[in-house]
């Protein structure tokens, strides 16, 4: 290798510690002559997957960074609040400023309630980031445990939520908003609507919640629902770094990018992990993708160093999983795109299964500290073109 760059190192700035920049920034080690700094908000990893279990009191979800960063890199708490391309600097909202050469964007996602439904933004709590599950959690045990608890939307992280609570002894209602479990099969559904219902979890399907109260929820057809803690799981939103930044995103607000997962306005910035949206197309919000578009991020960051052509995205999904308390769980098989098929397995194995990956994501990470470059993942092939027919929302801040 040349040593001509090690007197001048590559600065590298990863901003967001999750899945996607803790491993971006630990791949980036395969090169010797790489300035690495990882800017995060929260001193400790937040492993988003056991965020539910947080809440319920069953397990925990924050990590030391030391057990899961390689040598060198530099940890630092603080928020970005802009990416100055012209200038080449990342502003901190401690005031500081970092030069940089190449910027990983990794800033993640967050929970949101809709600004469109009254009372949820002031009543309702979400469980997406570890500040808001604190708070739920505090007042999870304020209340009494016959307290009546609403989980709005019935995704997968609405489905683990409602679930955990219910094998606590918790009454809960879960409104779906439609269908439940969409992105589950229709055999692996009925599977998730028998444990729920078991465990006394009242479903409400093909209705919304139109208002939160601090004791109950209004529904379209206008019942109303006794709720002493109402938990919104329906939907997600990305920080608005990009947008401030004066980069291209998507319409929620993701960092528009090619294949290779680099922006589109900026050759020096490379997305990763749910903030990022490349081609328009983005891939599932989920832990299992963040790891290799982590990885991928990091490579085309080195490929870009090396003046060689970045790789595009490959990444076959292989299905998903969907715990259900402690002892049971869905594990749904999906093909290569992401379309789920007509074959899940539930129950105890299912539970051990979903167990372990959420063991891996950690694992995955301190492996990548200790032997950079060692991640793998199911390969799929380059995603198909999007057709020429297809609008793609695209909006660019004024100024």
Known sequence: MSTSGQHTPHKVVVIG??????????????????DIALVNPRPDFVDRVRLHQFVAGTGEATVDYGTLLGGGIRLLVDSATRIDAATRTVRLASGRALDYDYVVYAVGSTGTTPSSVPGAAEFAFHVAELESAQRLRARLEELPPDAPVTVVGAGLTGI??????????????????????????????????????RHGVAVIEANDVTEVRPDAVVLADGALCASALTIWAAGFGVPDLAAASGLRTDALGRLLTDETLTSVDDD??????????????????????????????????????????????????????????????????????DTPVNV???????????????????????????????????????????????????TRPAG
């Open 268 to 337: 020096r910035i490379v997305a990763a992990g749910d903030a990022a949206a490349p081609s328009g197309r983005p891939l599932r919000m989920s832990c299992y993708a963040a790891g290799p578009l982590g990885a991928q991020a990091a490579d085309t960051v080195l490929s870009h160093i090396a003046r060689t052509e970045p790789a595009v995205i490959d990444l076959a999904f292989t299905g998903a999983c969907v715990s259900l308390g402690r002892h049971a769980a869905v594990r749904q098989l999906a093909r290569k795109d």
């Open 344 to 394: 899940y397995v539930g129950g105890r194995i299912s539970a051990a299964y979903k167990e372990l990956t959420c063991r891996l994501g950690v694992w995955k990470i301190r492996r990548e500290a200790r032997r950079p470059g060692s991640l793998f993942w199911p390969k799929g092939g380059p995603r198909p073109e999007q057709p020429a027919s297809a609008p793609r929302t695209v």
């Open 160 to 197: 683990e939520t409602a679930a955990e609570l219910a094998e606590r002894g918790r009454g809960v209602t879960l409104v779906c908003g439609g269908v439940l479990a969409p992105s589950v099969s229709a055999p692996g559904r009925r599977y998730v609507a028998r444990w729920l219902s």
């Open 17 to 34: 510690g999750g899945y996607a920049g803790t491993l971006a920034a630990n791949r980036l080690r395969t090169r010797a002559d790489v």
